[in-house]
Every structure is written in C-alpha cells, then in structure tokens.
C-alpha cells in the first residue's frame, strides 16, 4: 500500500478544491512543515522557500492539468507567516487584489516599542490585522489588559504614519463586501500577474454553515456563488 506525499495531497487540493481552503490549508501546511517562528524568520523562511520550490517542481512534472494555473498560483502566493486559518484566509484576499510586495508578521519599531503586524504593505504604509478573540486573552482582567495594549499599538503605529485596517470574524460573513472594503483601502489596481487566479468567491460547499469562516446571515454572495 502506497502512501500518497503531503506534498501532493497539498497539490491535489490545489488543483481541484476552491481557493480559499486550498490557500488555508497551503499557508497551514507550509507554517508547519518550516517550523516557522516570528523570532527566526530568516532562516524558517528560508526553509519554506525551499518546500516551495519542491512543490512548483512537483506541480510542473504533473503537466498542465485541469487547474494547473491556479494551483500554481496557489502555491506562489502562500505564506509561513499565518499565524492561523483567519490570517491566511485575509492574506488570501489581500494577494488577490494587490500588485505591491506584501509581508506577514513584520516587526514594526516605535518609540522603543516593536510589534509584530499580521500583514504589512510597505509601498502603501498600510498594515491590515485580523483581530481574534483569542489575542484578547480569556480572563476580565487579561482582556481589559489587552484592550488597553491595543489601544496603545494603534495609537503608536499611527503617530508613525502606518494607516491600520482592521478586519474581524464578522467581516468573513460577506466576502464580497469585504474584498470591495479593502480594493477601496488600497486603492484601485490590479493584482500580480502571478496572482490574478486566485480570487473566487467561496460557495456554501466551501464556507456553509459546518464551515470554519461560516458565523451567521444571509450568505447571499455564497447562494450566488452556488448558482
């Protein structure tokens, strides 16, 4: 019995599954198989560079297959840096609207304070962040804590000319809208070439109700996806 390699099971998601839970599960998969660490990030991205390079190899000895550009798309645009299927799924929008260089968990120092942003466009000074639940702790005290930090990291990035968007669970119940948020944020352009076969919008199959994006409403960009 023959084992298939998680490098082609990755493939063959890229290939055939919608791209968002392929973009997640790639962003996923390549944090993991790196090991990365926001604290060694040279050399963890080095690695990740590497795994990427064996799976563009891998997808290219396959031939162009059904599917065969937007894997390779897939492939080109997903990131270590994600530090979960939220922040994937986010950069995942992000690469498919913007043509400018775009790094995950950048360090940002100000007034002798560094942060760690979820995505960072530098050309744009712009910094998008997904805000979990979790980052604000599980106790009262740990989550006013962490309000008042917040306060402070969005006070401090932009005294230093960094506009911050932020984007929450909420914000995954209309893809659409909040695609069309962010293109007006950024500006009006177009993506990389290598990423323009990245954008579709999920269907119910993809992200319904048992899915991890899905939390409530109508979902009527999702029934028009499904048509």
Known sequence: MTTEHPYDALLRC??????????????MALQSWSHFSMFQQDDRRRRAEQ???????????????RGYRRARSIVH???????????????????SICPFAVATQARIDVRGRHYYVDILIEQLHIIIEFDGITKLGTTRAEIERAKREWVLRDQDLRDAGWQVI???????DDWERLRIRLIRALGPMKPAPEFRSLWKLPSTRCDGPSRRFYTHGSRIGNRQADR
């Not at 890229?14 to 962003?27: K, M, T």
């Not at 932020?166 to 995954?172: A, G, K, L, N």
């Open 14 to 27: 890229a290939l055939h599954d919608e791209p968002l839970e392929a973009f997640v599960l790639g962003s």
């Open 51 to 65: 795994i990427r390079n064996e799976l563009l190899m891998r997808l290219t000895q396959a031939g162009k297959v």
């Open 77 to 95: 645009a997903i990131d270590p840096g994600c530090a979960n299927p939220a922040e994937a799924a986010l950069l995942w929008i992000v690469r």
């Open 166 to 172: 932020r984007v929450s669970w909420t914000d995954y």
